[in-house]
C-alpha cells in the first residue's frame, strides 16, 4: 500500500503490515478529528471513534503475534505501552458517551501525538530488530 500524507511516508519502517495498519490507524484519526471539528453527529462521532479503538485493538494483537513469533525481547514493554493506550481510548470513549459537552480534539491531539512517537520508538525498534533477524543480521 503506497503512503497517502507525509505523516504516512515519515512512519514507514518497512514491514508491510505494520505500515498499512499505522496508515489505517493514522487515516481513522483524520476523520475522527474531522467529523469532531465540522461538527458531524454525536453518533458518527462515537461509531469512528469505536473504530479507532477497535482498530488499534486488531492492529495491538497483530504486531504483538509478529513480536512472538520474532521472540523479541521487548515484547513486555511494548505490550504494556499498548495496554495504556487502549486504556486512554477507553477512557476518551466513555467520557464522551458519558458527556455531550466533551471537546474530544485535545484527546485526538493526545492520541495522534502518543502514536508518531511509539512508532518512532518502540515500532521502529521492533521493526529493525525484525528486519535485521530475518536479514541473518545480528
Sequence with gaps: MEPKTAWEKEQ??????????????????????????????????????????????????????????ESYQQYGAHVEEHRKLLDQLAEVRSRFEADPAIDLRPSIGWIEEWLGAHVKGMDRHFASSMLRNRAGIS
Excluded at 458531524?40 to 462521532?45: F, G, I, M, N, P
Design 12 to 69: 514507514q519502517l518497512g514491514v508491510a503490515t505494520i505500515d498499512s495498519e499505522h496508515a489505517l490507524q493514522a487515516r481513522l484519526l483524520g476523520v475522527l478529528r474531522e467529523a469532531v471539528e465540522t461538527g458531524r453527529d454525536r453518533a458518527v462521532v462515537a461509531e469512528i471513534l469505536r473504530r479507532v479503538e477497535d482498530t488499534s485493538n486488531v492492529h495491538f494483537m497483530s504486531e504483538e503475534l509478529l513480536m512472538r513469533l
